[in-house]
């Protein structure tokens, strides 16, 4: 979002600039996806669903975005829009699966009653 900004405001980002906007972008897939990944293990250990769509939430919400920018600057056959809106439906996909998760009851209360 960021790097959108700066590139709008004045131009092209400088190169140390927009490497550093990179490294934090793959930075914060990278520890998405490591919560995502905690996640699912707390799902595994406890069988509780809440973790599971917690998990499916990260992944939607910093894993599918990153990869497909990724896939889209290697093969470039993409349109920008199509691009934005993919990224766009799983983001929205992903939080509504972690919004889910936060208004689940935890399966120990819903077999006590």
């Known amino acids: 979002m960021l790097s959108a900004v700066l590139q709008t405001a004045g131009g092209a980002t400088s190169g140390w600039v927009g490497t550093v906007l990179q490294a934090s972008d793959v ?12 996640a699912f293990r707390g799902y595994r250990r406890n ?7 917690i998990s499916l939430g990260f992944v939607l919400v910093l894993g599918v975005p990153f990869t497909l920018f990724v896939v889209f600057l ?17 983001e929205i996909t992903g ?9 689940m009851q935890p399966d120990s209360d819903r077999s006590a009653t």
């Open 27 to 38: 930075v914060g897939a990278l520890l998405g996806l490591f919560i995502a990944y905690q």
């Open 47 to 53: 069988r509780s669903r809440p973790m599971l769509f």
């Open 74 to 90: 290697l093969v470039r056959t993409v349109p920008r829009t199509g691009l934005a809106a993919l990224i766009q439906v799983s």
């Open 95 to 103: 939080l509504s699966c972690i919004v889910y998760a936060l208004h």
